[in-house]
């Protein structure tokens, strides 16, 4: 039985201390619930701005830049070299770019690419996924598709497909990936997915259609109060300001109305002003910022299915906050990831442990196999150019210092030799293992233990165009990692 308190256990008269915990305690929520409006508006201004560029270049920082409306596209595949962390993939080239979709749509036209594994992902400022082009999404052909922001509508040339669904939000980002089958023929393949990288293009609705008149409306990025997410009160600021130019719940997503209304209260959301609200309720919602990042942290560690200690994602991924889950979409889609692939498009498994559950560790020898007796090789689509990879990162994010032996592409040729029954051994060590290696035998160099900030480390097995064991049911089971020593 619940009883009340006591009159003397309530704070005095006219204090504030119950306002700031309020702001505290839901402040906690519309954090979570609005982290990436806030990040994503940030990466907008330091990626397509010129103060951005500036500002990356005095900070020595390596970032994707180009102006809104415009792709950047990487030219080479990522090596341990490269240090700007996220986890970087060695399998496909990267093409970037934000879109303005306030004043009129744009059309992203893509060349036919009938020989590797392609796709470009389009997310909305919230970071949920809203449509993607590609092989397994769209087909290999030669097209120009519409690109048009929340409730447009309007004519739309015959050599432009209207046939993706409208964004949510008028910015958008995209990340492009051009499959690379082979990084060691002399650089040729490479040479082959650069120049289907250049045929990207991007062009205002009005450009393409001829009008002599261009939209009043200019193209510009938001300036964010602050680039650091750990601004507590930058983040509100900057969080406020992108959902007043970019509102939640916009159709064709789900109707977010109520939870906007209720985070209104302590200020949070479109049209809100932090400078209107209380000292009480802006230091609890400062609390509140430093609490609830510190909670993603945590949780962008990662939850869902585990096999072998490997952990799939939550089967929401890419779309978290469409299925109402605020915290995925905050965790490990922005803040791990920036955004996040659809299940149906891409899935990345990974594991920090052994098959015991013990953390691995770069002093430890250990062996994975694909045997075909245990599930073999992950399933996917070859017919959309589907392929998988494991790769070795430390704990900074970033590829192995050094190593020339930090992944295993599936597709690429010097990887399909395989030993007795159609097996393959990857060994996973620090030093070489004694040569020469058995047929179907493949080495992974972990970091040096004796650096503390690479020491330990993890893997990411990647499977593109996957079959629904690794995209839906999430019943094939990674290889266990046995240590050895």
């Known amino acids: 039985m619940f009883s009340l308190p006591e009159l003397e256990d309530l704070p005095p008269p006219g204090t504030e201390e119950w306002e700031s915990h309020y702001a505290y305690t839901l402040g906690l929520q519309a954090y979570i619930y609005g982290f990436p409006w806030m990040y994503l508006a940030q990466l907008r201004w330091l990626w397509t701005s010129e103060g951005g560029k500036k500002l990356a270049e005095a900070q020595h920082r390596s970032m994707p830049w180009a102006p809104l409306n415009s792709f950047f596209n990487v030219d080479h595949l ?31 036209s893509v060349p036919a690419i009938t020989d590797r594994f392609w796709c470009v992902q389009m997310c909305c400022i919230d970071s949920d996924n809203f449509t993607y082009i590609g092989s397994k999404a769209t087909g290999s052909a030669e097209a120009n598709y519409l690109v048009g922001g929340p409730g447009w509508h309007g004519t739309v040339p015959a050599d432009v497909l209207d046939v993706l669904p409208r964004a949510r939000t008028p910015a958008v980002l995209i990340f492009g990936r051009t499959g690379v089958n082979d990084d060691a023929d002399g650089g040729a393949d490479l040479q082959k997915a650069r120049a289907l990288q250049l045929q990207y293009r991007i062009t205002p609705l009005s450009v393409w259609a001829g009008q002599s008149q261009r939209p009043s409306h200019s193209p510009h990025a938001q300036v964010p109060a602050g680039i650091d997410y750990e601004n507590a009160l930058g983040s509100w600021i900057t969080m406020n300001r992108a959902m007043t130019e ?16 209720l985070f209104a209260t302590i200020g949070v959301g479109p049209g809100q002003m932090l400078e209107d609200r209380s000292p009480a309720t802006r230091a609890g919602l400062q609390r509140a910022a430093k609490h609830g990042l510190r909670l993603l942290r945590q949780m962008a560690k990662g939850r869902g299915k585990s ?13 978290a906050g469409q299925a109402s889950d605020f915290i995925t979409r905050a965790a490990m889609q922005a803040l791990a990831g920036i955004s996040a692939h659809d299940p149906e498009q891409a899935v990345y498994v990974n594991t920090a442990k052994d098959t015991d559950g013990n953390t691995l560790t770069s002093d430890g020898v250990y062996v994975m196999t694909f045997d075909p007796a245990q599930g073999g090789f992950p399933p996917y689509h070859k017919e959309f150019h589907g392929f998988w990879s494991v790769t070795m990162y430390g704990a900074d994010y970033n590829l192995v210092k050094g190593s020339d032996n930090y992944f295993v592409n599936g597709y690429y040729p010097r990887f399909q030799a395989l030993g007795p029954g159609g097996t393959m051994t990857i ?8 040569s020469p290696l058995p047929t179907g035998t493949y080495w992974l160099q972990t970091p040096d233990p004796a650096d503390p900030t690479t020491a330990s480390w993890y893997l990411i097995l990647r499977v593109y165009a996957p079959g629904p064991e690794v995209s839906f049911i999430q019943s094939w089971a990674p290889p266990a990692i046995q240590r050895l020593n």
């Open 78 to 108: 990522a090596t341990p070299e490269g240090r700007t962390g996220g986890s970087p993939n060695h399998d496909t080239l990267y093409s970037v770019a934000w879109l303005d979709l306030a004043a009129e749509p744009m059309v992203v």
């Open 246 to 261: 970019n509102p939640p719940g916009a159709a064709p997503g789900i109707d977010q109305a109520e939870l906007l209304r």
């Open 307 to 319: 096999i072998n200690s490997w952990h799939y994602p939550p089967p929401v991924i890419g779309r």
């Open 427 to 434: 060994m996973i060590q620090r030093t070489p293992p004694a």
